[in-house]
């Protein structure tokens, strides 16, 4: 979603209803359509109350998956570097193979798999080097003591590596489902509607829309919030971006001969 779009939708929403309370407010009996005003105004109370204990529930559930994405992501960019570190130590030939590898994975994260996960998708690019940084790595041979506790470091990086991208992909999908949704919409119309119904001609029309509008705007702003959360990598702004891989690649493309160009692409 577009972040000019966000204030026209709470806008519009607002509108909406204000323009539907006055409306009822005109065809309203003196006093309203309650001949209990205590007990309407509980029943909006309970009504309001179990949309918004619902509505913060789901907040904290979408928050905790967008952390979980952020998380995923700097987990990958942290083993990636510790990687690199540890292809410094193997022997020349093969290290560099494995340095190249990873400067064109993290290229490849960042220019083809990022935008892709936009749409739930993986992508091939990166996956191919993933491949290529297994098979050059297990072409690799200590040459002593030091280089074999190398090794051992590489496989604990890697399983980091491996888990921090699963952790980033798993997010990219929304994760509330069409049921959540729809219940959150109910709640959203039945406190709206209750709140029109309300509406009583003795008071002024400003009176009549303050609340209104307070509530609406409110309401179309968590919902909106759930949208953002639920989908982390939309690229807007607020979203997740690759900045972690972004600053791993200033570290480690460094006098490397990547055998890739700048998207990762190769060559």
């Known amino acids: 979603m577009l972040v000019w779009l966000t ?3 709470v806008l519009a929403v607002v509108a909406t209803a204000v323009t539907a309370k006055l409306l009822v407010r005109r065809r309203a009996p003196e006093g309203g359509f309650f001949t209990d005003l205590t007990r309407s105004a509980g029943s909006l109370s309970v009504i309001g109350t179990m949309f918004a204990v619902m509505l913060a ?4 559930f979408a928050l905790q998956s967008f ?6 992501a700097s987990i990958e960019a942290v083993a990636l570097t510790e990687q690199n570190s540890v292809a410094r130590i193997l022997p020349a030939a093969a290290g560099g193979r494995l340095r190249g590898d990873l400067v064109c994975y993290g290229r490849a994260v960042v220019h083809d798999e990022w935008p892709a996960m936009r749409d739930d998708r993986t992508s091939e690019l990166t996956e191919a080097w993933v491949d290529r940084l297994h098979a050059d790595f297990a072409a690799a041979a200590p040459g002593d003591a030091r280089q074999e506790a190398a090794f051992a470091q590489w ?5 980091q590596r491996r888990d921090g991208r699963r952790a980033r992909l798993a997010e990219a999908a929304p994760t509330l489902p069409a049921p959540l949704w729809f219940a959150l919409g109910i709640g959203a119309v039945l406190t709206l509607t209750y709140m029109v119904v309300q509406a009583d001609p003795r008071e002024s029309r400003r009176i009549q829309a303050l609340p209104i509008a307070c509530v609406s705007a409110l309401v179309t702003a968590g919902l909106l919030v759930v949208f953002f959360l639920d989908r982390p990598y939309a690229g807007e702004h607020g979203s997740i971006s690759p900045a972690e891989m972004t600053r791993t690649l200033a570290r480690i493309d460094i006098g490397v001969q990547a055998p890739c160009d700048e998207r990762g692409n190769p060559l």
């Open 57 to 60: 529930f789901v907040i904290l």
């Open 7 to 9: 204030p026209l939708i």
């Open 67 to 72: 952390a979980r994405a952020r998380e995923g």
């Open 155 to 159: 496989f604990d990086q890697e399983a």
